[in-house]
T-cell receptor, first 114, second 115 residues
Framework: TQLLEQSPQFLSIQEGENLTVYCNSSSVFSSLQWYRQEPGEGPVLLVTVVTGGEVKKLKRLTFQFGDARKDSSLHITAAQPGDTGLYLCAGGSGSGGSNYKLTFGKGTLLTVNP | EPEVTQTPSHQVTQMGQEVILRCVPISNHLYFYWYRQILGQKVEFLVSFYNNEISEKSEIFDDQFSVERPDGSNFTLKIRSTKLEDSAMYFC?????????????FGDGTRLSIL
C-alpha cells in the first residue's frame, strides 16, 4: 500500500512569513500533484510535477519533486491571508494508464494571520 | 471554465437503504473517478471508470458499491445497502485521459450521512 505523509499537519503563521510543507513517501510515484481544498469544496489542482528534481513556480508558490520521485515540497514566500486553506499532496500511480489513480496525503491546514 | 458537478450536495439516508450519488463530468473527459473522504481522514480512491468499464478499484469498493454511466453525461455511484461507516464526503473526478499529464478535476462532493 502506498502512503503519503504530509507535515506539518497544522501550520499557523503571520502574514509575510515564509513556509514549507512536506510530502514524503517510501514509494515512487509517476507524478505528484498539489491540491488546495476549501471547506465544503472539492480539491482544486495547483500543480503537477512529473520529473525527478523538477521545480515549478506559481507566483509565490514553489513546488519541488524529489530526485527519487518519492517526496515533494511546497514553499510559500511572503504568505498572505488568502493562502489560508488545506493543502493536499497526491501521488499518481498506475502502470497501464487506464489504472492511473491518486493517493492522497492527509493534508496540511495552513492559517495565515493578518 | 468547465467543471464537474455533483448532486445532491448533502444526502441523509437510513442505514440499509440504497443511495445513488450523481456526477456530471466535464463534457470532453473520458476517464471518471470516485473518491471518498471520511471526516478527519484523507481522500481515498474508490474506483476509476473508462469506456463503460471499471478500470481499477480499491479494497473499499466491495460488492455493495457499483458505478454506472447511464447516459452520455451522468456518472453515478450506487451503494446498495448503506452502513454507518459509509458516512463520508464522496468526490467525483474526471480527466481527459489517464496519467500524470492529464489533471483530474474534482467536483465539490456529496456529503453522505447514514443514520
Amino acid at each position: 500500500t502506498q502512503l503519503l505523509e504530509q507535515s506539518p499537519q497544522f501550520l499557523s503563521i503571520q502574514e509575510g512569513e515564509n513556509l514549507t510543507v512536506y510530502c514524503n513517501s517510501s514509494s515512487v510515484f509517476s507524478s505528484l500533484q498539489w491540491y488546495r481544498q476549501e471547506p465544503g469544496e472539492g480539491p482544486v489542482l495547483l500543480v503537477t510535477v512529473v520529473t525527478g528534481g523538477e521545480v515549478k513556480k506559481l507566483k509565490r508558490l514553489t513546488f519541488q519533486f524529489g530526485d527519487a520521485r518519492k517526496d515533494s515540497s511546497l514553499h510559500i514566500t511572503a504568505a498572505q491571508p488568502g493562502d489560508t486553506g488545506l493543502y493536499l499532496c497526491a501521488g499518481g500511480s498506475g502502470s497501464g494508464g487506464s489504472n492511473y489513480k491518486l493517493t492522497f496525503g492527509k493534508g496540511t491546514l495552513l492559517t495565515v494571520n493578518p | 471554465e468547465p467543471e464537474v458537478t455533483q448532486t445532491p450536495s448533502h444526502q441523509v439516508t437510513q442505514m440499509g437503504q440504497e443511495v445513488i450519488l450523481r456526477c456530471v463530468p466535464i463534457s470532453n473527459h473520458l476517464y471518471f473517478y470516485w473518491y471518498r473522504q471520511i471526516l478527519g481522514q484523507k481522500v481515498e480512491f474508490l474506483v476509476s471508470f473508462y469506456n463503460n468499464e471499471i478500470s481499477e478499484k480499491s479494497e473499499i469498493f466491495d460488492d455493495q458499491f457499483s458505478v454506472e454511466r447511464p447516459d452520455g453525461s451522468n456518472f453515478t455511484l450506487k451503494i446498495r445497502s448503506t452502513k454507518l461507516e459509509d458516512s463520508a464526503m464522496y468526490f467525483c473526478a474526471s480527466s481527459r485521459y489517464p496519467g500524470s499529464v492529464w489533471p483530474q478535476h474534482f467536483g465539490d462532493g456529496t456529503r453522505l450521512s447514514i443514520l
